[in-house]
C-alpha cells in the first residue's frame, strides 16, 4: 500500500499493514530548519516552496502533507486583519484585531480571500505538490475552526467574554467566520488538496464547559463540514487541551476524525470513538518530541500505539499538536520509524 493508501484506510477505521503516521501541520519547523519565516515562503517561487515541503517529506516519510502549513492566519490577512509572518520559527503573529465592535462582522467581505498574495502563492505551491507527490501521499488543508476564527477577529479575550454576556453576537461572529473556513477550503481543494482539518482551540475542554461546546462550538463544527460536502476525501478536528467531556459528541459534527492533545486518553478515546470516526494522536509536542531523546520518543509513541489498540484501524499515530521549531529531526524519524515498525 502506499503511504496515502495506509491513510486512507485507516481514516476509514479499516486495519492496516502498519500504524499510519503524519505531523500536525509542520510548515513552521520546514521552514526554521532553513532559516526561513513563513512569509519567505510566500516570497519566493511556488516551485521552490513546493521543492522545500518537497524535501522535508522524502526526510520525513509522512503519510499526509499539509498544504500551506501553519498559514492558517493568511485567512485573516485577507480580510483585512494586520498579521505577521516574518519571524523564523513562529506561524504568525496578529497584530491587532480586525474589529472593534461584534457588529462590524457584517463589513467583511468573503470576496477578499482568494486575493491575497500569500493564499495565491500556497495555492500555487499546492498544485504542484499535487502533480508532484500526490499520488503517493495525502494531501491536506488546515484552517481555524469558527470559534477560533471569531476570536482572532476580536481578541480573543474579549471574545470569550461575549460567550457569557452577548450569545447573539457570538453566533453573528462565528457565522461569518464558518463561510471564511469554507471558503478557505474550496479553494485548496480546488488547487489539489483532498483532506480538511478545523483547529479549534477556543473549544477546549481547559476554556469552556461542556454546555458552551454544545451551544457554540458544536454547531459551527457541523456547520463548515456541511458546507464543503462530499468535496473533500475526508474531514478532520483538532482541539487543543482536554476534550474528554465532550468526545462523544464529536461524531455529531460529521466529521471523519478528531486530533487529540496529549491530555486525552487515547484508551477514552477508543472507547468513545471506536467504530464511529478515527482519532490521532497524541505524543506531547514539547515534553517528548521536543525535548526528549530519540528512544523515549519510540517508547512514548509504542505507549500510543497500545493504548489506542491500533490493530483495531481508526488510529494514527501523531504528536498532540503543531511541533515546535525546534524538534529534533531524530525524533521525527523515531515517530516515523516506530510507526512503520511496531506491528511487525
Known amino acids: 500500500m502506499t503511504p496515502k493508501e495506509v491513510f486512507q484506510a485507516a481514516i476509514g477505521l479499516r486495519p492496516t499493514p502498519r500504524v499510519p503516521v503524519t505531523l500536525l501541520s509542520g510548515g513552521v ?19 521552490a516552496s513546493a521543492a522545500c515541503t518537497i524535501a522535508a517529506q522524502k526526510r520525513i516519510r509522512s503519510d499526509l502533507v499539509w498544504c500551506a502549513a501553519g498559514c492558517n492566519n493568511l485567512v485573516l490577512r485577507a480580510v483585512g486583519t494586520k498579521i505577521n509572518f516574518h519571524r523564523p520559527g513562529v506561524a504568525a503573529d496578529v497584530v491587532e484585531p480586525l474589529l472593534a465592535s461584534p457588529a462590524d462582522i457584517d463589513k467583511i467581505n468573503l470576496g477578499d480571500i482568494p486575493s491575497d498574495p500569500g493564499i495565491q502563492a500556497m495555492l500555487e505551491n499546492t498544485r504542484i505538490l499535487k502533480k508532484e ?65 478545523q483547529a479549534e482551540p477556543s473549544a477546549s475542554g481547559d476554556m469552556i464547559s461542556k454546555k458552551q461546546f454544545i451551544e457554540f462550538a458544536l454547531p459551527n463544527l457541523k456547520k463548515t463540514n ?6 473533500p476525501f475526508a474531514k478532520q478536528i483538532h482541539i487543543c487541551g482536554d476534550t474528554t467531556k465532550f468526545l462523544e459528541l464529536i461524531p455529531e459534527t460529521g466529521a471523519d476524525a478528531i486530533s487529540l492533545d496529549y491530555k486525552v486518553s487515547l484508551a ?11 482519532f490521532l494522536g497524541h505524543m506531547d509536542p514539547v515534553g517528548i518530541m521536543q525535548i526528549g531523546t530519540p528512544e523515549q520518543v519510540r517508547e512514548d509513541c509504542l505507549r500510543c500505539v497500545r493504548e489506542a489498540e491500533a490493530e483495531k484501524g481508526g488510529y494514527l499515530l501523531m504528536p498532540g499538536c503543531d511541533i515546535p521549531p525546534t524538534v529534533p529531526l531524530a525524533n521525527i524519524e523515531a515517530m516515523v520509524d516506530t510507526a512503520y515498525t511496531c506491528l511487525r
Open 29 to 47: 519547523w520546514v521552514y526554521a530548519q532553513l532559516g526561513k519565516s513563513l512569509q519567505d515562503s510566500f516570497d519566493m517561487a511556488p516551485a
Open 133 to 197: 507527490i500526490g499520488g503517493e501521499v495525502m494531501l491536506g488543508i488546515s484552517q481555524w475552526g469558527p470559534l477560533t476564527l471569531a476570536g482572532l477577529m476580536y481578541g480573543t479575550e474579549r471574545f470569550m467574554k461575549l460567550l457569557i454576556k452577548d450569545k447573539p453576537a457570538v453566533h453573528a461572529m462565528t457565522a461569518v467566520a464558518a463561510q471564511m473556513v469554507a471558503r478557505y477550503w474550496e479553494l485548496f481543494l480546488d488547487a489539489g488538496a483532498e483532506y480538511v482539518s
Open 226 to 231: 456541511e458546507m464543503i460536502g462530499a468535496k
Open 268 to 278: 477514552a478515546a477508543r472507547a468513545a470513538l471506536g467504530g464511529k470516526i478515527a
